[in-house]
Structure formats: C-alpha cells, structure tokens
C-alpha cells in the first residue's frame, strides 16, 4: 500500500478495496475535504467490488467525517458495491451506534 497526502493508504485487490486511513485524528474540514476528493476516484474504479475502510490508526473523527462516510456509503451502494468498517476503536463504534449508524454501516 502506498501512503498519499490525502492520509489515507490503496490497496486495490480483485474483489476488495482496501482503504487504510493512517491520521490518528481526522477533525479539521480540509483534511476531510481531502480524503474527500481522494476517495472519490477509489470509489469510481471500486464500481461493484466491496470498499473496505480501516479505521486502524484512527482515535477520533468528527461528525463531519461521519457525513461523509455516509455519502460514501450512498456512492457505493448506488454503483453495486458493498461498504464495510474495520478495526473501528470502541470509542468511535459507540459514537456509531449513539448516531444510529450501525444500522447503516457493516462494521467489524
């Protein structure tokens, strides 16, 4: 996997994307803005395949970041594909299921 400045790493396999975030803390609208626009075209060449995110180094995120994995969520879907979370701290998972979103998300 390959570091990008967006703070996230890409490993495209043959049936799964893996993304790896590699910030400990993703709080400020620029850096989601980045991962963002990074994410955008993973999810284009993804089309049906499944998109895992890796939450590995991640501590804490903010609602912001929870808005766009939702829309990431929509991107992913309307094109066939399957999202999932990994390795999500128990922090952020219950942060997850206060916004109700793991009714929404298939986290592991």
Request: one cysteine or more; aromatic letters at 6%.
């Amino acid at each position: 996997m390959e570091p990008q400045q967006s703070g996230m790493k890409v490993e495209y396999g043959m049936k799964v994307t893996h993304v790896e975030f590699i910030d400990e803390k993703i709080l400020d609208e620029e850096r989601i803005a980045r991962i963002r626009e990074s994410l955008e075209p993973v999810i284009e060449k993804n089309q049906e395949g499944q998109l895992l995110l890796n939450f590995v180094n991640v501590k804490f995120m903010t609602s912001a970041m929870l808005g766009l994995l939702v829309r990431v969520h929509k991107k992913v879907g309307e094109r066939g594909g399957k999202l999932s979370l990994c390795n999500v701290t128990p922090g952020i998972r219950k942060v997850f299921e206060i916004t109700k979103l793991t009714k929404i998300f298939d986290i592991s």
